[in-house]
């Protein structure tokens, strides 16, 4: 199993500011932000499911366009899988009608473009040899990250996440674990902002990372454009036994 980056930054401003999307050999995507967009229409054809964390915009902001690309092309819906609050914000506020075609009802509900799914928090979806788990986060909306499963171990995506005592939990009790990438967005300037938005600021993310038992390689994704040297700057010191790296696009973890 082989995941691609194809965006991980906190906000868009240039060709490298794509924001956050993972790309799962050549048919799953793990969110669905811009970063899709660099993908051709042939590429976008082979996405046959959707994993996302939770509904805000810079994680779901190509789905609908997505599905409205290649929907009508395929033989088969695409199936976006998600907790159950979150495909209810999907239903009600992007598939309605208003925002956005419902694709779930085109071309009719029997043979739709689009299926949205509920996922659980430690359930897990099994896709040939890969198994694709949800594990806990703590956000400002309803969110989770998910575990990545191969042949040679496991990566955790945080997705967006405050401290979260039950995603600590989860990471311990892996043996396989061999990545983790976890969001910083904050500088630590900004921790009071980090706070009320349910985001990481370096500070918050060395209390986290203390707190592992396991040694997986750590990567940090979702840096707010504008902040990147501050934050970078800060991820440099006070980390001990894990020393987190960033995340970059186009970056290929082998599982």
């Known amino acids: 199993m082989d995941i691609r980056v194809l965006g991980c930054s906190g906000g868009i401003g240039g060709p490298d500011n794509r924001t956050t999307s993972l790309l799962v050999d050549d048919d799953v995507l793990i969110d669905c932000g811009t970063g899709v967009g660099t993908l051709s229409f042939e ?7 959707v994993f996302i964390t939770h509904s805000h915009l810079d994680h779901i902001a190509l789905l609908p366009l ?20 979150t495909v209810r914000i999907l239903r009600s506020h992007i598939f309605n009608w208003l925002v956005w075609p419902d694709f779930t009802a085109i ?35 309803p969110a989770v990250g998910y575990r990545l499963t191969g042949a040679a171990g496991s990566l955790v995506f945080s997705g967006d996440t405050t401290l979260c005592d039950a995603l600590v939990d989860a990471l311990n009790a892996m043996r396989d674990l061999r ?38 390689e750590v990567f940090v994704t979702h840096l707010k454009p504008g902040m990147v040297d501050q934050i970078t700057s800060e991820l440099q010191t006070g980390f001990a036994r894990l020393r987190p790296g960033l995340l970059h696009n186009d970056q290929i973890f082998s599982l």
């Open 107 to 141: 071309p009719d509900r029997d043979h739709p473009f689009l299926c949205l799914q509920p996922l659980s928090v430690g359930e897990t979806l099994e896709l040939g040899k890969r198994r694709i788990t949800a594990v806990p986060a703590l956000h400002a909306v």
């Open 66 to 85: 997505l599905v409205d690309t290649v929907g009508e092309f395929r033989t088969r819906p695409i199936i976006v899988h998600a907790s159950e609050e």
């Open 43 to 49: 590429q976008l054809l082979k996405i046959d499911h």
């Open 179 to 216: 990545y983790f990438i976890v969001e910083t967005a904050f500088p630590d300037a900004e921790h009071d902002l980090a706070l009320a938005a349910r985001h990481l600021c370096p500070s918050m993310l060395r209390v986290l990372l203390g707190r592992l038992v396991g040694t997986p």
